[in-house]
C-alpha cells in the first residue's frame, strides 16, 4: 500500500471528504450522549438550541467567539508560516495584564481615546512572548512547540502570583482578582441593548485585515513561501528570520487581543479564569477553518456555539459539559485525515 | 568476461511482460528479460525511460500491473522486498539507501537478523564481513558511521550489504554516476570477480562507454517500452544513442570561444564545512564573459560550498570575492542584484515551491520589486502577465500560470525556472547539476539555453557529476578535490582518465 | 545557603526526587522510543492523562494495582494506535495529530469520569503503591533509604530504563527501530517494513506515557483530580532532547529535574521560601526544561528522520 499525490482533486472529493468528517462528528456527538444516558436527538437539538436557539443564545455565543476568533488568527497566522504557536495562551494572558494596567493607573482620565492606546500595548506584550520562543528557534535551532507550551504554564503562574500581590483588587473580598478597567475604557456595546461588545468587531475586522495581508501583500506572500518551503525561500533571497519574526509579532499580538477584548470588552477586571483555553481551541478553529483567515471566523462562531450549547444542555440533559471538547478534539483528527485523503489516493503496490 | 553462448537452462532470472501504471503514464510496458547465470546485462535508457521502476518492481518496492517475475525457477512473489532478497536478488540503488548516523556494520546488519532474536551476533557478522571485503577488493572499517565515509567507500558499502545477504543476482542502478574513472575501474574489478564466483549481474547506466566495456548484452528502453535487445559486440556507441533516442543526437556545436573581462572573481576563498562535506580551502577562480567553465569533481567535493557562496548564501571566511559591481551585502539578494542568476540543484527543494502556482513560482526572486509589487502591496495582473511571458517564451508545457507548480514534469518546471532567471540576461550564471534527471528533450534545450547565454557575453559556472557534460560544454575545467580547486585547463586539454585523476585527489599539491 | 545543605543532606529529600521522578522515567522512555522509530509524539500529555484516569478508575471498580497499571498502559496503546495510524500510514501533520490526540485523551478521561462520578467534590481515594524495601540495600547511608525504599512501580521505571537501552542497542529489534528513526529508506531496503517497526515504536511508547501518567494516581497522588498531569508530558518532550535520545542520559535528565523539583518543594518551607512567593518556585521546572533545551540544542544528535514521513516508492 502506498499514497499517490492526486494531481486535480475533483471538487467532489475536494468537499465530500470534509463533509464526511463533519457527519462522523455528529454521530459520534449521538453516541456519547447515548453513553450518558441520554437521548441522542434530544442532545443534539439542545446544544444547537442553547447555540443559536434564541437571541440571548446566539449572542452569548458571538461573544465566545470573539477570542475564538483572535487566537484562531493568531494560530492560523503562525501555522502557515510553519510556526507552531502552542502558546497563544500565554499571549492572552499578557494582553490581559497590560489591558489592566494600563486601563486601571496608567491612562485612566483620557477616556475611550485611551482605548487604542491599551490596544496596542496588548499587542505589544504578546508580540514579545512569542518573540522569546522564535528567538530561540532561529538562534538555537530549538523547537518551538515544546517552549511556548511550557510558556503557558509559566505565564499562569504569573498572573496567578500577580493577582495575588502587586495587582490584587483591594476591593475584591479576598478573591484573587484584579481592580476593575476604568469605565470610560470599556469596549462599548455593538448596539444598545444587545449584550455584545466591540470585541466582535474588532475580531472582524482582524479577521479580514489579515486576509487581505497574506492574499495581497509581500509579507503574506513571503510567510506562505516560508511555510511551505524555507529553503526554496530562503535561496530566492526571502529573508526567513526576518519573515519569522514578523510572523511571529502578528501571531503574538492577535492572540494578546484575544485577552484585551475579554478583559475590555467582556468581564471588565482581570482573574484566573479569564480563558478556559482559549489558547489551545484556538489550535482547533484554525485547523477546521484550514489556516483562512475567513474561515477563521466561520469555525470559530461554530466551534463556540458547541461550548455554548453543551454548557445550557449540560444543566438540562446532564451530559458532562466535556462532550464539548471531546467533539472538538474528534472533529480536528477527522478533519485532518479527511484533507489528506483528499490529496492523496491509497493504492495497492 | 561473459560465455559467448549462454545455454537455455542457465536462466537464472525472467521478467514475463511485465507492465506498470502510474494514472495515465505508462512506466513498464509488457516489458520480457532473460538473465543467464555469470552474465552482464545492461539496461540502457534516459532519464524517465522506466529502468528504475522495473528495478523496483523487481525489488518489490512497487506492484505490478500484470506480468511475471521467475527468480531461479520460482515465481517471485510481488511487492515483497523481503522476498526478493530471500530469493538472492540483491540491489545497490543509485541514491544509496544508508543510515547516516548508524555504522557501516549497522547498516549491513539490518534486517539480517530476525526482529525476534535477541542478540545480534556481531562477532559473527564480522568475521563474515571481512572475508567478502577480502574476496571481492572492498575494504571497509566496519565501525566508522556511514556520514563520515566518502561517496565511493558508501558504495562499498552498499554492494557489501548485497553480498552479505548472499544475493546471486546483483542489479545496479547507475553505479558509476558519482564516481571518479578510477574508482569506476574498481568497481568493474569488483564485478568481474563477482561474476567469477557465479554471480550475475544487471546493471542500469545511460553512459554508453560503460556500458559497451563491461556488458554482454544490452536491452534499450525508451518511453517504457523495450526498443532493442543486442549482443554487445554486434553494436556500438552510434546505434545504441540511435535506439535510446529514437533518432541519432548530435553533439552540441560549441562555437569558438571569446572570452571577455573577468566578471567574478575568487581569491584565495575558504569557506567553512557544510556536514561532512568540505568547504572551499584557498580557492582561486575567475568567471569571465563569453565563456562557460566546468567544474569537474566527485560528489561532496565542496560543489555545495562554491554553488553556496556564488548563490549568496554563505560568505567567505577567508579570501575575496571580487565584481565589478560587488553588491554592499553578500546575501541571495545581494547576489541576484548583482547580476548572478543561479539555477539550483534541487528544483524540487531550492528551486521552487511544490504548493505555489507557476505564477508565484515566477516572481520568487522579484516579488520585492515593481512592476510585481508597490509599497508592499502585490500586483497579481502584472505577475500574471509576466507569468503568461515566461511561458510562452520558454516552452513551457502546463495548464495555466495559475496551477500549482507541482503540476508540471521536471522538464517544464527547469524551464521555468530557467526562464525566471534568464529573463533579465544576467551576465553570470551558476548552472548547478542543471540536466539532472530530465530527458533527452529537456537536456538538448538546457544545454541550447546555457550556450546561448555564453555566446551573448554572460559568464557560465557549470557544476556537474557528469564528465561527459562537462567535457562536452566547458571552454575551461577545473576540477574540484576536498574543497581545493585545480588550475584551470582549457578544452580538449586533459583526457577524461587525466582529469579523472584529478578528481580522485592525484595532482593537488598538499597544503604545507 | 545552609539552608540549602540541610535539604540536600536527608533522605526524605533524595527518596522524594526518585519518587518525582518515576512518571517521568516512563513517559521520557515512552516519547524517546516514538521518536527514536522518526515519530514526535505530542499525544504524550493527554496519554499521560488517561493512563493516570483509566489506572485510578480500575482499581476504583476492583482490579488489583497491577491491573490498573495494564489497564492504564492499554488506554495509551490505544491512543498510541490512533496517533500511528494518522500519522504513519498516512503521513498527516505529526503536529497536529499529536495536539488532536492529547485533546481528545485528556477530554475523554474527564468526560468519562463526570460520567462515572457526577456528583462528586473530592475526588474518592484508593490504596496506592506501599514502599518495597530491598533488605541489606535499604540500610546503607543516604542512599539507601532514598533508592531501595521505593514502590514496585518505581522499580520497574528503572528496569524500563534498562530493557530500551538494552534493546535499542544490542537486539536487531533496536537497530531495526534506529534505523527507522535515522533512513526509512534504509530499512525498506532491507525487506522491513518501516510503517510497522514506526507503528510499533508509537503504540509501545504510548503504552508507557500511560503507565506513567498511572503513576501518578496509583503511587504519588492516591486519587484523580483535573490538571493534575500538569504539563509533565512537554516537560519530558524537553527531557528526551535533553537526553539526547539516549535511554540512560534521559533518565538521568529527568532525576536532575526531579530534583530541582523535590528542592523547590522544600525551599519554600524555609527563610527564602517567606521572601519569594510560591508561584516562582512553582515555576522553576518550567524554566528548567527550557534552559536545557537550549543547552542541548546544538550539540544533540536528532534522528535524522524524525517528523519526515516514509512514502513507499516516492521519487
Known sequence: MRLEPIANPSLARSLGFPAAALVATVVIASLLAALAGANPLATLGLI??????????????????????????????????????????????????VTVILGTSALSGIGA??????????????ALILLGPVMLKTKFGVDEVVTTLLFNFIMLLLVSYLLEGPMKDPMGMGWPKSAPLDRALRLPRIAEGLRLHWGFGLALISA??????????????????VGLNAQAARFAGIPVSAVLVKTALLSGGLAALAGFSEVAGLKGHLSLDLSPGFGYTGIIVAMLALLHPLGVVITAIFVAGIFVGSDSMSRAAGVPTYIADMLLAVALLLMVAAIGLTKFRVVRG | MTPAHPKAQDVVLRLDTITKRFGPLVANDAISLTLHRGEVIALLGENGAGKTTLMNILFGQYTADAGEVTVFGHPLPPG??????????????????????????????????????????????????????????????????????????????????????????????????????QESDALFDTLRRAIKTGLSVIFISHKLHEVMALSSRVLVLRHGKLVGEVATRDTDRHALAALMVGAEVP???????????????????STRNIGAAPGLKSVSLSLRAGQITGLAGVSGNGQAALSDLISGLTTPQSGAVEMPNLPDIWSPRGAISAGIARIPEDRHKTGSIADFSLTENAILETYAQAPFS??????????????????????????????????????????????????????????????????????????????????????????????????????????????????????????????????????????? | MSALFDILLTASFWAAAVRIASPLIFATMGELICERAGVLNLGIEGIMVIGAFSGWMAVYL????????????????????????????????????????????????????RLILPEVTSPPKIEPFQPLEIPYLVDIPLLGPALFAQTALTYTAFAVVAITAITLYRTPLGLAIRAAGESPQAVAAQGLSVTGLRMGAVIVGSGLMAVGGAFLTLS????????????????????????????????????????????????????????????????????????????????????????????KGER
Not at chain 2, 553533439?251 to 576563498?269: F, I, K, Y
Not at chain 3, 529527568?254 to 527564602?272: E, H, K, N, S, V
Request: hydrophobic letters at 50%.
Open chain 2, 80 to 181: 515483497n522486498p523481503a522476498a526478493a532478497l530471500a530469493a538472492g536478488l540483491g540491489m545497490v540503488h543509485q541514491h544509496f539507501t544508508l543510515a547516516d548516523n548508524l555504522s557501516v556494520l549497522d547498516n549491513i546488519q539490518l534486517g539480517t537478523v530476525p526482529l525476534w532474536r535477541m542478540g545480534l551476533g556481531r562477532r559473527t557478522a564480522r568475521a563474515k564481513l571481512a572475508k567478502l571485503a577480502a574476496d571481492f577488493g572492498l575494504s571497509i572499517d566496519p565501525d566508522a558511521l556511514v556520514g563520515s565515509l566518502a561517496v565511493g567507500e558508501r558504495q562499498r558499502v552498499e554492494i557489501l550489504k548485497a553480498l552479505y545477504r548472499d544475493a546471486r543476482i546483483l542489479i545496479l542502478d547507475e553505479p558509476t554516476a558519482v564516481l571518479t574513472p
Open chain 2, 374 to 512: 508597490r509599497n508592499g502591496l502585490l500586483n497579481w495582473a502584472a505577475a500574471d502577465a509576466h507569468t503568461r511571458h515566461l511561458i510562452a517564451t520558454n516552452d513551457v508545457r502546463c495548464p495555466g500560470p495559475s496551477a500549482p507548480i507541482r503540476q508540471l514534469s521536471g522538464g517544464n518546471m527547469q524551464k521555468l525556472i530557467l526562464g525566471r532567471v534568464l529573463e533579465a540576461s544576467p551576465k553570470i550564471i551558476l548552472a548547478n547539476q542543471p540536466v539532472r534527471g530530465l530527458d533527452i528533450g529537456a537536456i538538448t534545450y538546457v544545454h541550447k539555453r546555457l550556450l546561448a547565454a555564453r555566446d551573448a557575453g554572460a559568464a557560465v559556472l557549470l557544476i556537474s557529476e557528469d564528465l561527459d557534460e562537462i567535457m562536452a560544454l566547458s571552454d575551461v575545467i577545473h576540477v574540484v578535490s576536498e574543497g581545493r580547486l585545480s588550475p584551470e585547463f582549457a578544452r580538449g586539454r586533459l583526457t577524461a582518465a587525466e582529469l579523472g585523476l584529478w578528481m580522485a585527489g592525484i595532482g593537488f599539491a598538499h597544503a604545507a
Open chain 2, 251 to 269: 553533439p552540441p556545436s560549441v562555437a569558438p570561444q571569446n572570452p571577455g573581462p573577468a566578471l567574478l572573481t575568487l581569491r584565495d576563498v
Open chain 1, 48 to 97: 444547537v438550541k442553547g447555540a443559536a436557539g434564541s437571541k440571548f443564545a446566539l449572542l452569548e455565543t458571538l461573544n465566545r467567539a470573539t477570542p475564538l476568533i483572535f487566537t484562531g488568527l493568531a494560530i492560523a497566522t503562525a501555522f502557515r508560516a510553519k510556526l507552531w504557536n502552542i502558546g497563544a495562551e500565554a499571549q492572552l494572558y499578557g494582553g490581559a495584564i
Open chain 1, 113 to 126: 481615546a485611551g482605548l487604542p492606546l491599551i490596544a496596542l500595548g496588548a499587542m505589544v506584550a504578546g
Open chain 1, 208 to 225: 479580514t485585515l489579515i486576509w487581505f495581508v497574506q492574499t495581497r501583500t509581500t509579507l503574506g506572500y513571503e510567510m506562505r513561501a
Open chain 3, 62 to 113: 476492583g482490579t488489583g494495582l497491577w491491573g490498573g497499571v495494564a489497564v492504564a498502559m492499554l488506554a495509551g496503546m490505544l491512543f498510541g494506535l490512533l496517533h500511528a495510524t494518522l500519522t504513519v500510514p498516512f503521513g498527516l501533520s505529526q503536529h497536529v495529530v499529536g495536539l488532536g490526540v492529547t485533546l481528545l485523551a485528556a477530554s475523554t478521561s474527564y468526560f468519562a469520569y
Open chain 3, 220 to 311: 504519588a497522588f492516591s486519587s484523580f483530580f483535573f490538571e493534575m498531569v500538569n504539563g509533565r508530558g512537554w516537560i519530558c518532550i524537553a527531557l528526551v532532547v535533553f537526553g539526547a535520545w539516549r535511554p540512560g542520559k534521559a533518565m538521568l535528565g529527568a532525576l536532575l529535574f526531579a530534583g530541582f523539583d523535590a528542592l523547590q518543594i522544600r525551599l519554600q518551607q524555609t527563610p527564602i521560601g517567606q521572601v519569594v512567593p510560591y508561584q516562582m518556585f512553582l515555576m522553576a521546572p518550567y524554566i528548567l526544561s527550557i534552559l536545557a533545551l537550549i543547552l542541548m540544542s546544538r550539540r544533540a544528535q536528532v534522528p535524522a528522520a524524525l517528523m519526515v514521513p516514509f512514502n
